[in-house]
C-alpha cells in the first residue's frame, strides 16, 4: 500500500481537473468572441466575479446565471447557446480515472466534493454515461458534495467541516485530493490529510494502482 494511504479510512476527490479535465481559456476565448473584450477582461469580469460564486452555491438560478453574465459582457446568447459556450470548460473525462474511481470506492469510502453547477452538472453526467454507460458521478461513489447542493464553497473552512461531519469520521483518517492549493490548505486547516495533484494521470496511478 502506499505510504500516502495509510491510515486512510476515506477517499475525498476534487472533480475538476483530478478527475474531469478542464479548459478555462477555451471557455473565456468564446466569450470574448462574442463580447469583443480580450481574454483578460472576460476572466475579471467572470471567473472571479461573485455572480459565478453566487451560482455555485445556489443563491441564483441558472436563468440568473445567464441574464447576469449577458449582461456583465454586453452579450445576449439564448439558453442553449450560453450553455453551449459555458460547457466548453469540460474538455474530457478520461476512462481510465473513472476506473481508478471505481477500484479506491471498492476499498474506501469514497467522496467528491467540488465547487460546481447545475448546467454543467447535466453536461458532464452525460460525459460521464458516453464514458462508463452509468448515469452519473453519484453512481461512483458513497457521496458527491457539490457547492450548488450543499450551498457552501472551497476553499472555504465551513464546507469542509460540512463534509467532515456529514461523512463522520475523524478527518485524520480522511484523504482529500485537489488540484488547487487554496483548496489543499482549506483542507489541511481542519485536518485533513492532503494530495496537491498537479499531474492527475501519474499521480492516481502512483498513489492507487502502484501502491
Known amino acids: 500500500m502506499s505510504e500516502q494511504l495509510k491510515g486512510i479510512e476515506g477517499v475525498i476527490f476534487d ?26 477582461e472576460i476572466h475579471e469580469m467572470v471567473v472571479t466575479a461573485p455572480l459565478l460564486r453566487e451560482f455555485e452555491v445556489n443563491r441564483i438560478s ?15 446568447l439564448d439558453d442553449s447557446e450560453f450553455d453551449m459556450t459555458w460547457n466548453l470548460m469540460l474538455k474530457n473525462l478520461p476512462k481510465e480515472r473513472m ?3 471505481t477500484e479506491v470506492s471498492s476499498r474506501f469510502s469514497t467522496y467528491i466534493l467540488s465547487n460546481s453547477n447545475v448546467i454543467h452538472e447535466k453536461a458532464y453526467n452525460e460525459m460521464i454515461r458516453n464514458v462508463t454507460g452509468r448515469p452519473s458521478l453519484h453512481e461512483f461513489v458513497d457521496k458527491a458534495y457539490f457547492s450548488m447542493d450543499i450551498g457552501l464553497r472551497k476553499p472555504g473552512k465551513e464546507c469542509y467541516q460540512h463534509v467532515i461531519e456529514e461523512i463522520g469520521m475523524d478527518p485524520n483518517k480522511l484523504l482529500f485530493l485537489d488540484d488547487r492549493a487554496d483548496n489543499i490548505e482549506g483542507a489541511k486547516s481542519c485536518g485533513i490529510n492532503t494530495i496537491h495533484v498537479t499531474d ?7 498513489i492507487f494502482r502502484n501502491g
Open 15 to 40: 472533480f475538476g481537473e483530478v478527475i474531469i479535465e478542464l479548459d478555462y481559456p477555451r471557455v473565456i476565448e468564446a466569450f470574448s468572441k462574442v463580447a469583443k473584450k480580450n481574454v483578460e
Open 99 to 101: 476506473d481508478i474511481l
Open 200 to 206: 492527475a494521470d501519474r499521480q492516481l496511478k502512483e
Open 62 to 76: 441558472p436563468a440568473e446565471f445567464r441574464i447576469g453574465v449577458n449582461d456583465l459582457l454586453g452579450m445576449s
